[in-house]
């Protein structure tokens, strides 16, 4: 079994491909690879005991998932890509 570390590196992996995908506005944003690589994180919260930090950065990045389709504005685009970022620093 692997441990908790590998995972949340694997969880940073995802995250950092999500940002990638969608951040820079000059570019349109690959909205199906950032979901892809968003869901994949989020699925990988269940493979390792969480703690309660844990539990709140998943649930802040389910909360990002259900706003993807806004990837259109750039404004709400780069607060999105934000909150992605932030997620993925909360991590440890």
Request: charged share 30%.
């Amino acid at each position: 079994m692997r441990d908790r570390t590998f995972y949340i590196n694997s969880i940073k992996m995802d995250l950092f491909r999500v940002v990638t995908a969608t951040g820079d506005v000059s570019k349109p944003a690959s909205v199906e690879s950032a979901r892809e690589f968003l869901e994949h994180s989020i699925n990988s919260f269940e493979k390792f005991p969480n703690r309660s930090h844990d539990i709140a950065i998943k649930q802040d990045l389910q909360h990002s998932l259900k706003e993807i389709f806004k990837l259109h504005e750039p404004h709400h685009r780069l607060r999105w890509v934000e909150n992605v970022l932030t997620a993925k620093c909360r991590l440890y």
